[in-house]
Each structure stands twice: as C-alpha cells, then as structure tokens.
C-alpha cells in the first residue's frame, strides 16, 4: 500500500480552497507540518492526521492510502443526494464547552 497523504491532502486543500495557514489554525498543526506533508514527507504523528481527517470529514485510512483517481470523497459527499431528499435526520449538539 502506497502512502498518498501528499496527493490528497492537496486534492483535500484545492476542493476546500482553504489556505494552509488557515487549516494549520482550525487542526491545532504546526504549518510547517503540513508544508513537510506537502513536500512529501512522511507524518511522525499520527494523532496529527487525525485531526486532518477529521477535519475533511474522511478517515485517516482514505486521507493517507486513498488512490485519487478513484475519488476521494468525504463521509458527507458520500450520502450527498439522500441528505438532500431528507433521507437523514440531522441532530446538533454541543459536544464541548
């Protein structure tokens, strides 16, 4: 399995049209991590993306392995129509304080 953290996560970046700075903010990374990830290098921290994936609304499995071509889709994308139809029921909570 080949890691594709690179590809994806500035397919991720370009889809989102988020810049770095902003997404290193909202993540809590150093953006020098990302620029590193960005470059090609491996991550050290898997905890780190975690939080990438969870930001994206993906897995670290997809963030990290995912092959592009066949489509990198969020977990939301991926119920896009039935969310529209009213197929969901969506339920907001503060988680924390």
Known sequence: MELRLKENLEHLIDESGISITNLA??????????????SGQSPKNISQVKKLADYFGCSIEDICFLD???????????YKEEIN?????????????
């Open 25 to 38: 903010k909202k993540c809590g990374i150093n953006q020098q991590t990302i620029h590193n990830w960005l």
């Open 85 to 97: 139809a009213g197929i969901f029921e969506v339920i907001l909570r503060r988680v924390q304080k």
């Open 68 to 78: 592009n071509k066949t489509g990198l889709k969020s977990e939301i994308d991926k």
